[in-house]
């Protein structure tokens, strides 16, 4: 069924995406490998949301595993109830896969949370973020990756890298729940078998393909 066989590969391809969001995130709570940051609430803001978490990684999971085991239903009423069932998993993985990838690229774009020198002195802000002067983006600036953030160290780099990799894989996640809430609406539609239609032919029509022949004959010898 092609139906079943699009939700057995979304949510087989769903599973390492969400296991990757729930790493890249569980890093970004941690700048360095460093725990005390945590503690102190020295994270940025983004981060601890935590969206690669519950988002595009337990709710998800859940939608993963929805559909692996969706696509083993067999005969056409359970299937179509089963599809409306499928219609909830998709639009909630696609909302906490899309949500999940716009904090990515907010906090992407804001920069992170750091310690760094002030007019009055050292202090934690973020000071890479968008002004209103619009000034280039640090994203563009490599050299202010090393130069403005005192602590932790190297977490400009640690952030760029890690929002790049849930944004993506988040991102991705939403176009494949998004392609799978189309394959399920179609086979609650259509049903489990609307990509195995027959053709039957008609005496002195030729068939456009022989495979796809079925014989009246054999047809009701198959019903009875």
């Not at 590969?9 to 969001?21: D, F, Q, W």
């Not at 456009?208 to 022949?213: G, Q």
């Amino acid at each position: 069924m092609c139906v079943s066989g699009c939700l057995r590969c979304v949510g087989v391809t769903l599973v390492p995406l969400a296991l990757i969001c729930m790493l890249a995130n569980i890093l970004l709570l941690l700048p360095g490998l460093q725990t005390h940051f945590l503690l102190e609430s020295h994270v940025t803001r983004e981060a601890t949301w935590s969206t690669g978490l519950w988002g595009s990684g337990f709710l998800v999971l859940v939608g993963a595993r929805a559909f692996l085991f969706s696509s083993r239903t067999r005969g056409c009423c359970v299937f179509r109830t089963e599809m409306l069932c499928q219609v909830v998993y998709c639009c909630l993985c696609l909302g906490a896969a899309g949500f999940c990838c716009l904090v990515s690229l907010t906090g992407l774009v804001q920069g992170p949370l750091c310690l760094y020198n002030t007019t009055a002195g050292m202090d934690w802000g973020v000071p890479l973020k968008p002004t209103a002067d619009g000034s280039l983006s640090y994203l563009f600036n490599r050299t202010l990756w090393s130069g403005v953030c005192a602590e932790p160290r190297g977490v400009v780099l640690w952030n760029v890298v890690l929002f790049i990799v849930l944004g993506f894989c988040s991102g991705l996640q939403t176009l494949l729940c998004g392609v799978n809430l189309i394959n399920v609406l179609l086979g609650t539609v259509l049903g489990p078998r609307f990509c195995k239609n027959k053709y039957v032919p008609r005496p002195g029509v030729e068939p456009p393909n022989k495979d796809m022949v079925v014989w009246p004959a054999a047809r009701q010898a198959a019903v009875f």
